[in-house]
């Protein structure tokens, strides 16, 4: 009998009978990546899951072979090539007929940047991968360098006075690929964060989920507000929470309540913006924008649907 392709990786929550990042890996106190693992572990139950992560924080987590963070099985690629090894586990679990689900697992350099190319590339074929874009704003693992997902006004090692370009619109650039189905993930808000996992788990074909991941070392917050930075943001307007589904229908999933003080207060907390003294206005203005274009694209989709 024929060896299965690459088979054979992969693992349940009842084999691993911890959580998908386990203690004692080599995050920093308060990474909102770690947070992000014990959501898709919580939202993964008992499916079979094989990770693919591409050079980031969340591999330097999993400690020096042979020994491992991980409680589920790892491949460790370069930055470009996470999508394509992704799509090659996808395929072998196919053809060996098992319900692996393949997730990449990668930052936002190794996403908006370095892996652009494969990314793409996977998401245009459809391949049936859950891609998760954790997204801290910067190079973590090598040191905080400004990436295309850096905010403007963000002070970062390469950009010391402030980032003056404005973060790339990568949700945008997935959903024009068409896929089956892109999100913003929230981890303020669980019930809707743990639904969203659990439906990209269970459909096929290329699902994105980004998630704004608090960075405390890079961002120069403090440990213990990563959640509370994200509930800001979220309320300001700043991380706008909605799906896309087949980059046609749009839906809101959070209104943002505009709270007075949220915007302010989620720069204030954050030493990265305090060092080049940012223009809100300019920040309040981009926001407008973008919930003008979201509005108009979701009630596209309900014209469409009525
Ligand atoms: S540098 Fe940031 S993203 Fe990387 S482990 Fe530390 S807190 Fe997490």
Known sequence: MAEPLLGGMAQTAADRSEPILRCGNTNCG???????????GRAAGDRPVQLVIPTCCAIVAAGPFPWSSYGAPVVATTFASGASVATALAWAAKLNGEKTRVICFAGDGGTFDIGMATVSGAAERNEDILYLCYDNEIYGNTGGQRSSATPRGAATTTTPTGNELAKKDIVG?????????????SLAHPDDALRKMRDALDMEGFRFLHVLSP??????SEPGDGVELIRLAVKSGLYPIYEVFGGRRFVINVEPEMTPGALENYHAKQGRFRKAGIDLSRVREAIADEWDYLRARAAQGAARNA
């Open 30 to 40: 308060g990474c909102g990546m770690s947070i992000v693992h014990q959501f898709l």
């Open 215 to 220: 960075c405390p070392t890079g961002w120069k």
């Open 173 to 185: 650039i997935m959903a024009a690929h068409r896929i089956p189905y892109v999100a913003t993930v």
